[in-house]
């Protein structure tokens, strides 16, 4: 069983930056995918950004420009580093990582976005 455990959430203005963490209680080398979704309020969840074990990334179109996804293996921990916040933005941000047969889910990070 894997844990993850994210950090870094908190209440910005429009316009600022926050950066996620997620660290895993595993190596990561046997994960294929590491991704961030979100869920804001009466939402359903979704995904923000992908990351492949050979390095390949993704985005969802609203984020797209404005949020990275990296990953440090010596510390087992994948960042979502998050400029320009909008908003619409607002949302608990949850990290999961993928290996064979296993999807793992961390407990979520609220992220808030208002003036």
């Known amino acids: 069983q894997v844990q993850l455990v994210e950090s870094g959430g908190g209440l910005v203005q429009p316009g600022g930056s926050l950066r996620l963490s997620c660290v895993a209680s595993?190596?990561?080398?046997?994960?294929?995918?590491m991704a961030w979704y979100r869920q804001g309020l009466g939402k359903q969840r979704e995904s923000v950004a992908h990351m492949t074990s050979e390095g390949t990334t993704s985005y969802a179109d609203a984020v797209k420009g404005r949020f990275t996804i990296s990953r440090d293996n010596a510390k087992n921990t994948v960042y979502l580093q998050m400029n320009r916040l909008k908003p619409e933005d607002t949302a608990v941000y949850y990290c999961?990582?993928?290996?064979?047969?296993?999807?793992?889910w961390g407990q979520g990070t609220q992220v808030t976005v208002s003036a």
């Open positions: 595993e190596r990561m080398f046997g994960f294929y995918v």
């Open positions: 999961n990582v993928v290996r064979v047969g296993a999807s793992y």
